[in-house]
């Protein structure tokens, strides 16, 4: 946050926030500077001392964001694991982490990837770009397909396999809304997760020989 770099820290996360929140919420063309300043609880004044427009504002953003999805997410993800249900837990797990503790810079990359024409600047497009392959390389690179079940569409499987998860996380996010994740007891969680990633394998993989 090199940027802010007069302010403390929590107005720079609040003045982040609140821009992070109205990008997301309304999109580049409809998100308003008033609604941003208000949000943060500075001048309007202070805003553009620090970004001379809108698009310089959206553009800092966007590098901010893909930069805390690599440190806090994606570089987090161990990719070792070839079992495809197996790796989505970890991911889900450092993902549902990195999300609580800034759910609205996922909001805001969840419009970006959504937009039709960003308009970056080259270096901050090249970054995109950057993430999108290594977030595919993250899901997919070394899986084990032969666990799967013959009679199983692979393809379709990992979208519904998927589907389930993302359905779970969003879910959870939602139960730990406003909650000090210091406090939160996760093993009831997790559990109860593990239950369905158990019916995910029965339903998508070849049943495993009994060791003996």
Do not use: C
């Not at 997410?73 to 495809?84: A, I, R």
């Not at 810079?105 to 993430?131: H, R, W």
Request: charge should be neutral; proline fraction near 1%.
């Amino acid at each position: 946050m090199d940027k802010f770099i007069a302010l403390d820290k929590a107005k720079q996360q609040k003045i982040l926030d609140a821009a992070l929140k109205e990008f997301a919420e309304n999109g580049y063309e409809q998100a308003s500077t008033n609604r941003i300043v208000k949000g943060a609880g500075i001048g309007k004044g202070m805003l553009f001392y620090y970004f001379k427009s809108k698009k310089e504002l959206y553009d800092y953003l966007t590098g901010y964001s893909l930069d805390f999805m690599m440190e806090n997410y994606f570089n987090l993800v161990d990719v070792s694991e070839t079992d495809f249900i197996e790796r989505l837990q970890r991911i889900a797990e450092v993902k549902i982490k990195a999300q609580s503790e800034n759910r609205n810079v996922f909001n805001f990359i969840g419009t970006l990837l959504l937009a039709k024409d960003s308009g970056l600047p080259s270096n901050i497009q090249k970054k995109y770009e950057d993430m999108q392959k290594i977030g595919n390389e993250m899901l997919y690179k070394g899986i084990d397909t032969t666990m799967f079940r013959d009679d199983v569409d692979v393809e379709k499987a990992f979208k519904l396999i998927r589907w389930s998860m993302d359905g779970y996380q969003n879910e959870l996010l939602h139960k730990l809304e406003g909650q000090r994740l210091a406090t939160v007891d996760f093993e009831p969680y997790w559990q109860e997760f593990y239950g369905y990633l158990d019916i995910l394998k029965k339903s998508f993989y070849k049943e495993r020989k009994q060791e003996t």
